[in-house]
């Protein structure tokens, strides 16, 4: 029975292709058996036929089958589009009721805005929101209670011209969070103009004063350092930048004790210059060390322009490992050997077909089945393209290919990083998202800030 599906697979193949008869040429016929083998369990006869025509030479009729193989998409439920080129999503909790809230900068509409979740009840609505300050060319927000008033404020990376991070400060006033009047916003003189700020990370570093930031950038002159909190942290003019590694146009920062002594390392992805890679700085410990650069470890990637990373231990053996996305060569696995902080091996994790080039990867069980899943985010996600897919494996995570199953279907162009959590309280996993590019009616531009629902709840309630 196989064997015969497989031969009218090939046959379906001929006939979709315009050949003149309904058998292949016969250099291609081993080739499409193979690849009809090991994938007609997946696609079905169908499906597969169109897809094997597109592989011959008609990419257009591509796109629709492997999509649909893929299953539909997950239902995207908006949280703003009210600005242009929402440019990453980090979360915190405002008002400590447990949920998490948002906050995000739009590069060109040159605002960052913070996001309050609504309840369970009205997740799928728009989210209460307030515009934090004006941030031309902003590339990176995040939550930080930098004055220990026990309000989160907002810090800020800006490139472009601006190349300068700013401080917003929340109102002193729980109740007034989301009135715009009550913020304000000052630059860290420091860091006017000595790069293009990329990312930053609050983290108590020195055990004195208040919390620090890690921070880094890319162009000229870029590097990856901290921000030393003085005694009083509004005084801004004090923050004291102390670098610790030249870098090249860094996308992740992640803290991370790497070797086990007590004090959080630096995990980054490096994807220009001299020193691209995935890598990690090693802290030298509380002291003058601190202040000076830091032991550099090449983790792997050196040969690809790697993008967004993250953690998770992929194959379960209770070592970290490192995962990144590459805009030339799908995902990155780096498998860490335990007990070893130096000890990786690198396993690529191809990308399917019609997905635009890797952005960020995240790691998270996203259908119950106890083992780890991976999604992913794109650019260049055009042309009915994909740009949030997420993927399974059968028995080990190296293993090749893994299963891949929609997420975004093809709205949307440029996504960036993305979390995964349950924002909806029904027991599983969704990805919380942004998209710059999507062309819009109106003054918005890309899709906004938004979060796909994953459906496994639903289905498995329907199937009671």
């Known amino acids: 029975m196989r064997r015969a599906r497989i031969g009218a697979c090939t046959r379906a193949v001929a006939v979709a292709c315009g050949f003149a008869r309904t058998e292949p040429p016969v250099p291609l016929a081993a080739t499409l058996e193979t690849m009809i083998a090991n994938s007609l369990s997946r696609c079905g006869c169908l499906g597969l036929a169109i897809s094997l025509c597109a592989w011959i030479g008609s990419p257009g009729v591509l796109h629709g089958a492997e999509t649909s193989c893929r299953g539909d998409p997950w239902p995207r439920h908006l949280v703003d589009d009210g600005s242009r080129g929402a440019d990453g999503v980090r979360l915190g909790d405002v008002n400590r009721d447990g949920r998490p809230d948002v906050v995000t900068g739009w590069e060109q509409g040159g605002v960052t805005r913070a996001y309050v979740h609504p309840g369970h009840d009205r997740v799928a609505d728009r989210w209460p929101a307030v515009t934090v300050g004006k941030t031309p060319s902003v590339e990176d927000a995040v939550f930080a209670d930098l004055d220990a008033d026990g309000h989160l404020d907002v810090v800020t990376c800006c490139e472009g011209k601006t190349r300068t991070m700013f401080v917003h400060w929340a109102p002193k006033d729980r109740g007034a969070y989301l009135d715009p009047g009550q913020w304000t916003t000052e630059p860290i003189p420091g860091s006017e103009h000595r ?12 055990g004195r004063h208040g919390i620090d930031l890690v921070a880094a950038g890319k162009g000229e002159g870029c590097q ?94 209770g070592a970290q490992d490192v995962l990144c996305a590459t805009r030339d060569n799908g995902l990155l696995f780096f498998r860490r050997r335990p007990g070893d902080q130096d000890a990786w091996s690198q396993h690529a994790i191809r990308m399917p077909e019609n997905v635009g080039t890797g952005k960020a990867v995240e790691a998270g069980d996203l259908d119950g089945d106890g083992r780890l899943d991976l999604v992913f985010s794109c650019e260049n996600a055009k042309g009915g393209r994909s740009g949030v897919v997420w993927l399974s494996y059968d028995k080990a995570p190296t293993d090749d290919p893994w299963t891949a199953h929609e997420i975004s279907g093809p709205a949307g162009i440029k996504f960036d990083r993305m979390e995964l959590l349950d924002l909806d309280g029904d027991g599983d996993l969704d990805v919380l998202a942004c998209e710059e590019s999507q062309p819009m009616k109106g003054p918005g531009q890309g899709l906004g800030v938004f979060w796909y629902e994953n459906p496994r709840s639903t289905r498995r309630a329907q199937s009671r």
């Open 195 to 206: 790069m293009m700020w990329m990312f930053a990370v609050p983290v108590q570093m020195d």
């Open 224 to 317: 990856i350092g901290w921000w030393e909190s003085p005694d009083d942290a509004r005084r801004l003019d004090r923050w004291q930048w102390h670098p610790i590694s030249p870098a090249g146009w860094i996308m992740s920062v992640r803290l991370v004790d790497l070797d086990g002594d007590g004090d959080l390392d630096v995990l980054t992805s490096d994807r220009k210059g001299p020193r691209r890679a995935c890598r990690w700085l090693e802290n030298p410990g509380e002291g003058p060390a601190q202040s000076a650069p830091w032991p550099n470890h090449v983790i792997g990637g050196e040969d690809h322009e790697v993008m967004f990373l993250t953690l998770a231990d992929l194959d379960a053996d």
